[in-house]
């Protein structure tokens, strides 16, 4: 149960920062943790997650919500985004595979090294990883600006109902912090990799 409440694309958690401008304070409420494939939510703090199942095209329960709260404004995004995120996740598997067996294909047989020589495996290798980099990065991008603009209205939407409106509060979860820093990583082999191409291509 940690990850489902620790980690998520967008929540709504309670607060007054919005309904109480001059201050703020701790409160008890529900919660609502997003995700690309579906949604976790509890009633309280201390309360229990009830989650979605996972789906490409996901249906998010939002009745732990108060009924005031803006609901329609947490959309799931297209189909398209899951599907473009599990072909980047392939890709770079794949690319992460090959990446490491032609890195240390002089620690193989001769026939491997032989194999893993051949400028037409490197030069797939290296282009699986720039496509899968490409997708990836993209369709996240694409679900930062989603979600952003979800967090946006969803608070917007609660401030103009004064402080009558729901003690909620809509945030982009820390899902996207940890994507760049591991974009970041997965940029370092993608660029080894079209190095030598371009050393093995200007020889």
Same mark, same amino acid.
């Given at each position: 149960?940690?990850?489902?409440?620790?980690?998520?694309?967008?929540?709504?958690?309670?607060? /007054?920062?919005?309904?109480?401008?001059?201050?703020?304070?701790?409160?008890? =409420?529900?919660?609502?943790?997003?995700?690309?494939?579906?949604? &976790?939510?509890?009633?309280?703090?201390?309360?229990?997650?009830? &989650?979605? /199942?996972?789906?490409?095209?996901?249906?998010?329960?939002?009745?732990?919500?108060? @009924?005031?709260? @803006? &609901?329609?404004? *947490?959309?799931?995004?297209?189909?398209? /985004?899951?599907?473009?995120?599990?072909?980047?996740?392939? *890709?770079?598997?794949?690319?992460?595979? /090959?990446? %490491?067996?032609?890195?240390?294909?002089?620690?193989?047989?001769?026939? %491997?090294?032989?194999?893993?020589?051949?400028?037409?495996?490197?030069?797939?290798?290296?282009?699986?990883?720039?496509?899968?980099?490409?997708? =990836?990065?993209?369709?996240?991008?694409?679900?930062?600006?989603?979600? =952003?603009?979800?967090?946006?209205?969803?608070?917007?939407?609660?401030?103009?109902?004064?402080?009558? =409106?729901?003690?909620?509060?809509?945030?982009?979860?820390?899902?996207?912090?940890?994507?760049?820093?591991?974009? %970041?990583?997965?940029?370092?082999?993608?660029?080894?990799?079209?190095?030598? *191409?371009?050393?093995?291509?200007?020889?």
């Amino acid at each position: 149960m940690l990850l489902q409440t620790k980690v998520a694309l967008l929540t709504v958690t309670p607060s /007054t920062v919005l309904v109480h401008s001059s201050e703020s304070h701790p409160v008890d =409420g529900p919660s609502v943790f997003l995700g690309a494939l579906g949604s &976790c939510s509890r009633a309280k703090n201390d309360a229990g997650v009830n &989650c979605t /199942t996972a789906s490409l095209s996901p249906v998010y329960d939002l009745s732990s919500l108060p @009924p005031s709260a @803006p &609901c329609l404004l *947490l959309s799931a995004p297209p189909l398209s /985004t899951p599907v473009f995120l599990g072909i980047a996740l392939a *890709l770079s598997i794949i690319f992460f595979i /090959t990446f %490491t067996l032609v890195s240390f294909r002089h620690k193989m047989g001769k026939k %491997t090294t032989a194999m893993l020589d051949k400028p037409i495996v490197q030069s797939v290798s290296a282009w699986l990883g720039v496509f899968g980099f490409l997708v =990836g990065i993209v369709s996240f991008l694409i679900l930062r600006m989603w979600f =952003g603009k979800a967090a946006d209205d969803f608070n917007q939407s609660i401030v103009l109902e004064g402080s009558a =409106g729901p003690q909620l509060i809509a945030a982009v979860g820390n899902t996207f912090t940890m994507v760049w820093v591991a974009y %970041t990583f997965y940029g370092v082999p993608v660029v080894i990799s079209m190095a030598k *191409l371009n050393v093995k291509a200007s020889k």
